[in-house]
């Protein structure tokens, strides 16, 4: 592992790390969540850093110099180094999209399950356990599968039928639970940490991020070193978000970039927990709502992570706006057609967020802008289900209509 320590979100306390330690117990799991901090002034000086000597297709573990384990597993390799398309969108010449439906199980959520796959082994454990609305669930277990630990997943009952089946399939021990994503978490955190699992949660475990983070510093490699104005994504617990802006922190702190984007986070309108802290001002407080939306990757009434996603994205004058459920299928269909990327809920808000924000001139064609794409639209069929034109038709009718 490479040396780092870890600091309170909260209270700026600082830890050596050790196994179990997962929050700061003066502040608790969700005030005193941690931050992984590296020496980035010993880091500036690697010579692959110094000379930007980065690929833009390989896999998130060339960025080892800011990871706090070595790759291990048979599926590394393939993790990261998603693709950065350019598209003419809404007006807006070469918006960038980091779409990662490519990676192994079809979520970005497979960054963060490689660091505690690689982690839990570093540390000898035995079992893994998992909450999840669905993507860190099957990215955990599809992961998991080909090593000798033991997955335990909780997931609520109503995830889809394609993310269940991703479950089913890798041999992990999964209990559908007949509650909210939030009840499902509780209940796992209490069994896991109890029983001594390694825990994937990435609200609660601190090197989870560090995995995530690696979707910023491929962006901005991908993009020759240009940062854009502006990246949009999706915003659940508030973990991703949060990795982002880390990731562009960590590598301007390390010389590699001059400015961090300003970061907007989309939420559905029926559950926007983090919106909800974050407009109220500072101090940041967690509040619980209940709600719910069609975007079930995105579906938390009690945030996690919502202090760090609250104190980064004000540090970057970012902002959280929200999107109804027609807005949102809206955007998977617009984006499917015009990009012929098949976004799921969740990944397909960026693009609703970047009408919206264009509509109100908050984003002019003057700015550069990155959507991320964080899950593929083949983990939620069901979403777009009303969409689909089921009708059939004669080869006598296909004839005719080509002939007239």
Not at 20 to 36: A, F, H, P, S, W
Not at 135 to 147: D, K, P, Q, V
Not at 308 to 318: L, P, R, V
């Amino acid at each position: 592992m490479r040396k780092h320590i870890l600091r309170c979100i909260t209270c700026n306390k600082e830890f050596d790390p050790k196994p179990g330690l997962y929050y700061c117990e003066d502040c608790g799991k969700i005030l005193g969540t941690l931050e992984v901090i590296y020496d980035y002034e010993s880091i500036k000086k690697e010579t692959d850093v110094k000379e930007k000597k980065l690929d833009k297709k390989a896999s998130m573990y060339q960025f080892d110099f800011l990871l706090p384990t070595k790759s291990k597993t048979k599926f590394d390799e393939y993790i990261g180094g998603t693709p950065l398309y350019k598209f003419d969108l809404l007006g807006l010449k070469d918006v960038l999209v980091k779409y990662d439906g490519s990676n192994p199980s079809s979520s970005y959520k497979d960054r963060a399950s490689s660091i505690a796959i690689n982690i839990a082994l570093d540390e000898g454990n035995d079992t893994m356990f998992c909450a999840s609305t669905g993507n860190a669930a099957s990215s955990l277990a599809m992961l998991n599968a080909h090593t000798e630990m033991k997955t335990y997943i909780f997931v609520p009952s109503s995830i889809p039928d394609e993310k269940r089946a991703q479950l089913e399939i890798s041999g992990a021990e999964v209990f559908a639970v007949e509650g909210t994503y939030d009840e499902v978490y509780d209940l796992s955190l209490e069994f896991g940490l109890k029983k001594g699992w390694y825990c994937r949660h990435a609200a609660i475990n601190p090197y989870l991020l560090e995995g995530k983070k690696t979707g910023a510093f491929e962006i901005v490699i991908q993009n020759d070193f240009e940062v854009p104005d502006y990246v949009l994504v999706g915003v659940g617990d508030g973990t991703v978000i949060s990795s982002l802006y880390k990731g562009f922190w960590e590598f301007k702190e390390i010389g590699l970039i001059d400015k961090i984007p300003k970061i907007i986070g989309v939420q559905a309108v029926g559950i926007a927990g983090v919106k909800t802290v974050f407009d109220k001002g500072k101090p940041y407080k967690p509040q619980a709502i209940e709600g719910k939306t069609i975007a079930d990757s995105i579906s938390v009434g009690n945030p996690r992570d919502v202090i760090k996603a609250c104190t980064y994205i004000e540090a970057c004058n970012g902002y959280f706006i929200s999107l109804t459920d027609d807005e949102i299928v809206d955007a998977i269909t617009e984006l499917g057609k015009i990009t012929g990327i098949f976004a799921e809920p969740a990944g397909a808000v960026p693009y609703g967020g970047l009408k919206k924000l264009i509509y109100e001139k908050k984003i002019t064609e003057s700015d550069t802008v990155c959507l991320v794409i964080t899950g593929s639209g083949l983990k939620d069929v069901n979403a777009v289900k009303d969409t689909i034109n089921k009708t059939s038709v004669t080869f006598d009718e296909v004839v005719k209509r080509f002939e007239e």
